[in-house]
């Protein structure tokens, strides 16, 4: 069977389908409209004599049949990017957009100013920089990193380490006025906490060869970690914060570190990606300067 140009593209389409898992992500994904998406899907199948979708309300299945083709029509995909890779790999200056989402907070703080100088270092590179606190399928949004402080859960995805993040113990002036200092892990149980929903739920402190673990309690739950720090700083209770947010609050005197004598557990920070996606110069540029920013921010 004679493959054309234009079979070529509906197995592309098909794949992007697929790994999107529904027409309008795949259209979002490959710049198409719906209906264009559509329509190659339809031709495939026609050429093929084959049904290799089935499509519901709600959600779209593969065939049999589907299944076997989709695995060859991935392969054709991800060697055509790559061969793309390969070609901006060897030009002079790197160029071309990177598409990166990271925490509020943390990109506000840390992420965006250095992503700033590295558009000064890299002036072709675009970069499409979305913040937000929830976990996006990348997969799906086409990311090419994500900045993420958790070790990885979903397999099909690769990570490099970028730095850890010191994290303490903090609450404001007024707080301890009225509910008294903590001077030892034990004091904990009985304060009132901010918490963080993308925390654990236990807190644990060690100080030499003795451990404890807490598990905070209290009124007020966010999603976001700005938010949270600024809770604190409003007086509804003690929280863990990583150390570049809470530092400057703690030396103008809105808050007060607490129980520095004890260690808490420190923040992973990853650059999270599809596989492959690292064998693009641009991409690798990015993870090894972030990897660099953070030695000399630490220094």
């Known amino acids: 069977m004679d493959i054309s140009f234009e079979h070529l593209k509906s197995m592309v389409v098909f794949a992007k389908v697929v790994?999107?898992?529904?027409?309008?992500?795949?259209?979002?994904?490959?710049?198409?409209?719906?209906?264009?998406?559509?329509?190659?899907?339809?031709?495939?199948?026609?050429?093929?004599?084959?049904?290799?979708?089935?499509?519901?309300?709600?959600?779209?299945?593969?065939?049999?049949?589907g299944e076997r083709y989709f695995e060859h029509c991935r392969i054709i995909a991800e060697q055509a990017s790559e061969a793309n890779q390969q070609i901006e790999n060897v030009k002079s200056e790197p160029e071309g957009l990177i598409k990166i989402?990271?925490?509020?907070?943390?990109?506000?703080?840390?992420?965006?100013?250095?992503?700033n100088e590295f558009?000064?270092?890299?002036?072709?590179?675009?970069?499409?920089?979305?913040?937000?606190?929830?976990?996006?399928?990348?997969?799906?949004?086409?990311?090419?990193?994500?900045?993420?402080?958790?070790?990885?859960?979903?397999?099909?995805?690769?990570?490099?380490?970028?730095?850890?993040?010191?994290t303490c113990l903090c609450a404001s002036p007024a707080y301890l006025t009225q509910h008294g200092i903590p001077t030892q892990p034990t004091d904990l149980a009985r304060h009132k906490w901010v918490l963080y929903k993308l925390a654990a739920q236990s807190l644990e402190l060690s100080q030499g060869t003795r451990s404890?673990?807490?598990?905070?309690?209290?009124?007020?739950?966010?999603?976001?970690?700005?938010?949270?720090?600024?809770?604190?700083?409003?007086?509804?209770g003690i929280a863990r914060i990583?150390?570049?947010?809470?530092?400057?609050?703690?030396?103008?005197?809105?808050?007060?570190?607490?129980?520095?004598?004890?260690?808490?557990?420190?923040?992973?920070?990853y650059g999270v990606f599809p596989p492959g996606s690292a064998k693009a110069k641009k991409i690798r540029l990015?993870?090894?300067?972030?990897?660099?920013?953070?030695v000399k921010l630490q220094a």
């Open 119 to 166: 558009s000064r270092r890299y002036p072709k590179i675009e970069l499409d920089v979305m913040l937000s606190d929830e976990v996006e399928n990348i997969m799906k949004s086409g990311i090419d990193i994500a900045i993420r402080g958790a070790a990885l859960k979903d397999s099909s995805l690769q990570a490099t380490k970028l730095t850890t993040l010191a």
């Open 286 to 294: 990015l993870l090894d300067f972030l990897k660099q920013y953070f």
């Open 101 to 115: 989402t990271c925490p509020v907070n943390a990109g506000l703080q840390l992420i965006v100013p250095a992503l």
């Open 19 to 65: 790994e999107q898992g529904t027409l309008s992500g795949a259209a979002k994904h490959l710049g198409l409209s719906r209906a264009v998406v559509s329509y190659h899907i339809k031709k495939l199948e026609e050429h093929l004599s084959v049904k290799l979708i089935n499509r519901s309300t709600r959600a779209l299945s593969l065939t049999e049949a």
């Open 212 to 236: 404890f673990s807490i598990k905070p309690q209290g009124a007020i739950t966010t999603n976001n970690a700005a938010a949270r720090t600024a809770f604190v700083e409003g007086g509804h």
């Open 242 to 269: 990583p150390l570049y947010d809470a530092m400057p609050k703690i030396q103008a005197g809105s808050l007060i570190r607490l129980l520095d004598d004890y260690q808490l557990p420190s923040i992973d920070i």
